[in-house]
Every structure is written in C-alpha cells, then in structure tokens.
C-alpha cells in the first residue's frame, strides 16, 4: 500500500516547455486535490477533482489544467511554464462519505522553471 | 468551510508540553477539527481530528471548547522532531465537502 505516489520528484523545465506531473493513489479515495507551496507560504489548492472524469478550479488555477481519467490518477499540467510556477507541488486525496477522512499527501513534487 | 486562525509562530522548550492554538469561531455543527503538520518540506501529515470531545492518540492531544469556536493541540513532551508547521483546518463530513484550505499554520520551534 503505498499511498499518494507523486512523479517526478524533481524537474528543470525552461520558460515556455511543458510538463504534466502524475499523482496516483492506491486507497480507492474520491477526491483528489493538488496544492502548491511556495517558500514560507502556506498551501494553496489549485485544482481538484471529486471523481473520475470530474475537475474543478481551486484558488490559483491559472496557467495549469488536470485530468481524472481513471479514479486512482490525477494529473497536473503545465501547458506553457513560468517562472512564477516555479515552486512544490503537493498531490493529497481523501475518501468521500459521512464521518471523518483524513486527507493523504504525496511527498512533493520540486518544480524549477528558469 | 469554516476559516481559521492561527498564531504565525511559537517556541517550546525540548520536553515541555508544546500547546497550540486554533480559532474556528464561524465553524458549523457537523465540521471537525484537523491537525496535520508538515516538517521541512515533506508532505504535510495527519495528526489527530475531533468533532466535540477531546481526543487522543499516540502523537497528541485535541482539545475543542465547548461552543467549538477553538482548539488546542497539545503535544505532551515536545521533542526536536516536532519542529514542524502545524496546520489546523475544518472540514465537513460527508460528500459536498470539497475545497480543502490551508492557511500559513503556525511554525512551531522546538528549542534544546
């Protein structure tokens, strides 16, 4: 049981490429989410999506697009990098339903843009 | 969900109980209460959740006061490794709940 697996760990993309980071989850969860943080900054959510096929904008969507294909994979775009996207980017996901769910990170993604 | 509050940042002594605390004074009656922390640069991590009661597990201590609008997570003997941002968020059960917030948290310094 791995959890939220995020890859790559680290990448260097120049002004203009493209990239597109995955996040897979293995606990069947619902929801998923991606966050960014950027130095002495708290988290801020960019997108997220409550189920296969479903995406919604968060608070800095901006410059970024996602797909849900398939329920255990959420993957995060960046059509045309900025150096202000420049930062960590966190996948989490959480199951739906009544009661309490704990929210599940992965252990970061460190995206560089020169 | 419900906005919070929390101090920027808090020293503890190596030992000591290290309290830190939380305002959710718009929090409705079915959203809980999450502690998670994140050290250095790792994914942030769960630490305990309440609704009413207090609660306890293995890593702290949550406690909610009565008309819920704050909490205090207590951790008993703080130890260098809980250097740490702590962040506390609301949240409500059950399907419907989907923006998940993060404010800065509270940088808590644990010194030797």
């Known amino acids: 049981n791995a959890g939220v697996t995020q890859t790559p760990k680290f990448r260097v993309l120049k002004t203009g490429q493209s990239m597109t980071l995955l996040c897979a989850q293995d606990?069947?969860?619902?929801?998923m989410y991606w966050y960014r943080q950027d130095p002495g900054m708290g988290l801020r959510l960019i997108h997220y999506?409550?189920?296969?096929?479903?995406?919604a904008k968060g608070e800095v969507p901006d410059g970024y697009n996602v797909s849900r294909l398939k329920k255990q994979n959420f993957l995060l775009g960046l059509e045309s990098a900025a150096p202000s996207q420049t930062s960590v980017y966190f996948c989490?996901?959480?199951?739906?339903?009544?009661?309490?769910?704990?929210?599940?990170f992965g252990a970061g993604s460190r995206l560089t843009v020169l | 969900d419900a906005k919070t509050t929390q101090p920027p940042s808090m020293d503890c002594a190596e030992g000591r109980a290290a309290n830190l605390p939380c305002n959710h004074s718009?929090?409705?009656?079915?959203?809980?209460v999450y502690w998670y922390r994140q050290i250095h640069s790792q994914g942030p991590q769960y630490i305990i959740h309440?609704?009413?009661n207090n609660e306890t597990n293995e890593m702290a201590s949550l406690i909610i006061t009565e008309d819920r609008k704050s909490s205090t997570l207590i951790l008993p003997h703080a130890t260098l490794r809980d250097t740490a941002v702590y962040y506390c968020?609301?949240?409500?059960?059950?399907?419907?709940?989907?923006?998940?917030?993060f404010g800065k948290g509270t940088k808590l310094s644990v010194i030797p």
């Open positions: 989490a996901s959480i199951a739906q339903g009544a009661g309490a769910n704990v929210l599940t």
């Open positions: 606990m069947n969860h619902e929801y």
């Open positions: 999506s409550v189920g296969e096929g479903t995406t």
């Open positions: 718009t929090i409705s009656g079915n959203e809980y």
């Open positions: 309440g609704l009413k």
């Open positions: 968020i609301v949240r409500v059960s059950g399907a419907g709940s989907y923006q998940l917030t």
